[in-house]
């Protein structure tokens, strides 16, 4: 049996993909800054948001911590798709969530599966350096 972890080559799930998930972490830390380096992360799974007839799979809250600064939640949506099938992704939207009082949904980022908005979590915490992380699931 051969184990398969997340290596900087991606993953063995034909659908995620790496680039996406490294631009998206990426576009989070530009836009956040530096002041965020070395803190912390509270990752917690939802029931995800529904609009009109779209159901996705899933949704994530990342929520970046640092003492001395504002949270920075930030939303994944995962698994949605057209009435035609078609996956759907989306970068991170920095001036929309900040203008929305940085409403974790209002970032609009759309990973294509779970595996694809785990790596965007875990891409960016290695970009930011966090150094703690709490996970849980629901409210």
Not at 103 to 128: H, M, Q, Y
Request: charged fraction near 15%; glycine fraction near 10%.
């Amino acid at each position: 049996m051969t184990k398969i972890h997340y290596g900087h080559n991606g993953t063995a799930c034909p659908i995620s993909k790496h680039l996406f998930a490294q631009c998206v972490a990426n576009n989070i830390v530009e836009n956040l800054g530096p002041s965020y380096m070395g803190g912390t992360a509270c990752i917690s799974g939802y029931t995800p948001p529904q609009e009109d007839l779209i159901f996705p799979d899933g949704f994530i809250e990342f929520c970046i911590q640092k003492s001395g600064l504002d949270d920075a939640p930030i939303g994944i949506e995962f698994g949605t798709t057209t009435k035609e099938g078609r996956i759907l992704t989306c970068d991170f939207d920095y001036v929309v969530w900040h203008d929305s009082g940085r409403s974790p949904i209002a970032g609009r980022i759309v990973a294509a599966n779970f595996d694809e908005a785990w790596r965007i979590v875990c891409l960016t915490s290695k970009l930011l350096q966090l150094q703690d992380f709490a996970i849980g699931y629901g409210a």
